[in-house]
C-alpha cells in the first residue's frame, strides 16, 4: 500500500504533480519542453528528487533543534512543498498538492522514516559532518529550480517571471524551514556562502535553453533539463565548497570623538573565503581512518 501511494498515478501527466498543466493557454505550448521531455525517466527522476531530498534536509534541521515527530513532519512539508505553493498563489493557481496527493505522501513518509532512522544512524559511528544537509538541500534546490521555471514559462511565455518562479521554487520552502527552526534564512544571510545565486543562474540557463530550442529544433529534449540542473547543483556545491559568497553592507565602527551615525561598506561578509565549509574529502578519509578521537592525524 506504501508503495502504491509514493508511485506516480500512471495517467497523471508529471508535471502536474508538483503544479504543471498540460492543457494550457497559447504561451504555454509555445514555451513547454516536448511531451516526451514531460515523461522522460530524468524528469520522473527530478520531480520526486526534489520531494524527497526538501523532506530529508527539512527533518534533519527540525531534529536538531529537538522538535518532536509532529515538528519534524511539518518542517519537511514546508521544506517540500513552500516553495511550490508560494510559485503557485502567486501564479493565481491553486496550490499543486490540493489536487495530486502525491509529493505529500512522500514528503511525510521521508520526515517520518528520517526522524526514526537518523539518530540510529548517527549514534551507529557515522559522522554528521553537515555534508547530509548541504547535499540534500541542493539536490532539492535544482530540481526545483528547473520545475519552477518551467512553470512559469509554460503559465506566462516571460522569461523574467519564469526565472521569478524558478528561483521562488527553488528558495521559499528553505526559508520557511529556517524561520521555523528560529534560523536566519540561508537564502537571505549567505553568511558562509551563496545560496539563491545558484537557483537564479539556473533558472536563467533553462530560460535560454527554451529559446535556443526554437531556433534548434534538433537539440535533446534532455539538455534542457540537465543543463540547468547540473548547472544549480555544481555552483551551490562550489559555492560551500570554497565559501564563495556575495558582497554585503559591513557595518564601520562609530567615531567616538565626534559620535558620527553608523556607515557601511561594501565588502565580502566570509572572512574565510575559499576555505572549504566543510570537511574536504581527504580529512573525511582520515576521520573514517582513525575512528576514535584523540589519534594523531594521517600524514
Not at 512543498?81 to 493565481?92: K, S
Not at 544537509?133 to 528547473?146: K, R
Amino acid at each position: 500500500m506504501l508503495i502504491k501511494m509514493l508511485l506516480p498515478a500512471p495517467h497523471l501527466p508529471l508535471l502536474q504533480l508538483r503544479g504543471g498543466s498540460i492543457l494550457g493557454s497559447a504561451a504555454a505550448a509555445s514555451a513547454s519542453m516536448t511531451d516526451t521531455a514531460l515523461q522522460a525517466p530524468i524528469t520522473q527522476v527530478g520531480l520526486y528528487l526534489g520531494t524527497f531530498m526538501s523532506s530529508l534536509s527539512g527533518c534533519i534541521t527540525a531534529g536538531t533543534k529537538e522538535m518532536d515527530m509532529v515538528g519534524c513532519i511539518i518542517v519537511g512539508l514546508v521544506t517540500a512543498a513552500g516553495g511550490g505553493t508560494i510559485r503557485d498563489v502567486v501564479l493565481n493557481r491553486p496550490p499543486f498538492w490540493v489536487q495530486y496527493h502525491e509529493h505529500l505522501h512522500l514528503s511525510i513518509w521521508t520526515s517520518i522514516i528520517t526522524f526514526l532512522i537518523w539518530p540510529a544512524i548517527v549514534a551507529s559511528g557515522f559522522k554528521d559532518t553537515h555534508l547530509t544537509f548541504l547535499w540534500s538541500d541542493a539536490l532539492a534546490m535544482a530540481a526545483s529550480t528547473v520545475i519552477g521555471t518551467h512553470i512559469g514559462l509554460e503559465e506566462t511565455g516571460n522569461w523574467m517571471i519564469a526565472v521569478l518562479a524558478g528561483t521562488c521554487t527553488a528558495i521559499f520552502g528553505g526559508i520557511g524551514r529556517d524561520l521555523l527552526c528560529q534560523e536566519p534564512p540561508r537564502a537571505l544571510y549567505a553568511e558562509r556562502s551563496m545560496y539563491a545565486t545558484p537557483a537564479v543562474f539556473g533558472a536563467m540557463s533553462y530560460a535560454l535553453l527554451q529559446l535556443l530550442k526554437k531556433r534548434l529544433p534538433e537539440l535533446p529534449d534532455w539538455v534542457l533539463v540537465v543543463v540547468p540542473f547540473a548547472l544549480t547543483l555544481s555552483l551551490r556545491a562550489a559555492a560551500w565548497t570554497y565559501r564563495l559568497a556575495l558582497p554585503h553592507w559591513a557595518r564601520k565602527r562609530k567615531s567616538f570623538m565626534f559620535g558620527a551615525d553608523d556607515r557601511f561598506e561594501i565588502r565580502i561578509k566570509s572572512e574565510k573565503l575559499g576555505e572549504p565549509e566543510v570537511p574536504t574529502p581527504s580529512e573525511l578519509i582520515q576521520k573514517v581512518v582513525l575512528g576514535k578521537k584523540g589519534k594523531q592525524p594521517l600524514p
